[in-house]
T-cell receptor, first 115, second 114 residues
């Protein structure tokens, strides 16, 4: 069965410092991976996705993610954090084995960026 | 902005009542999805439509839940005889039909069952 793990419930970082939000996945074939962000009282906003090709994917708001097949990871990164980046971040993988049309989400990581 | 919209944004109901939520997808998207998100968890897939056809349903979707998309545009999700365990955020998403489509989410409907 497919699954996504986000090992950190919360990540704290100072404004201006680089940030990393971790994600590992388990799928039987080639993964389609996604990152979404959720602000309070708002739905999920798409940040970026990996389908194939370059392992470094660039997305919205200066975020990027690195796909690492050997470590089955897809960590979200940003070179310089902003206070406004504080939110809940979700990693997701597209389902397989007949469930191609659903996303399977991790439990989320709360990012807190301190001034 | 012509993103995904959901109505109502908040709903408080008493146990045993029926509730209905509406989702309007992005206009050119022919795929529509429903997810449920409980506190401290990521969204969980409930069901999915391609045009007006409901093609996949999760085991989470008990007999008390029904979803429709009658004309392949907006969708409704109805919960009959609500239970306190139904309290959650109900999210709708839409996408185009392709092999790698991105799902775009609405703001959600937060349901509280007393």
């Amino acid at each position: 069965a497919q699954s996504v793990a986000q090992p950190e419930d919360q990540v704290n970082v100072a404004e201006g410092n680089p940030l990393t939000v971790k994600c590992t996945y388990s799928v039987s074939g080639n993964p389609y991976l996604f990152w979404y962000v959720q602000y309070p009282n708002r739905g999920l906003q798409f940040l970026l996705k990996y389908i194939t090709g370059d392992n470094l994917v660039k997305g919205s708001y200066g975020f990027e993610a690195e796909f690492n097949k050997s470590q089955t990871s897809f960590h979200l990164k940003k070179p310089s954090a902003l206070v406004s980046d504080s939110a809940l971040y979700f990693c997701a993988v597209r389902g397989q084995d007949g469930g191609y049309n659903k996303l399977i989400f991790g439990a989320g990581t709360r990012l807190a960026v301190h001034p | 902005d012509t993103g995904v919209s959901q109505d109502p944004r908040h709903k408080i109901t008493k146990r045993g009542q029926n509730v209905t939520f509406r989702c309007d997808p992005i206009s050119e998207h022919n795929r529509l999805y429903w997810y449920r998100q409980t506190l401290g968890q990521g969204p969980e897939f409930l069901t999915y439509f391609q045009n007006e056809a409901q093609l996949e349903k999760s085991r989470l979707l008990s007999d008390r839940f029904s979803a429709e998309r009658p004309k392949g545009s907006f969708s409704t999700l109805e919960i009959q005889r609500t239970e306190q365990g139904d309290s959650a955020m109900y999210l709708c998403a839409s996408s185009t039909y392709s092999g790698t489509e991105t799902q775009y989410f609405g703001p959600g409907t937060r349901l509280l069952v007393l």
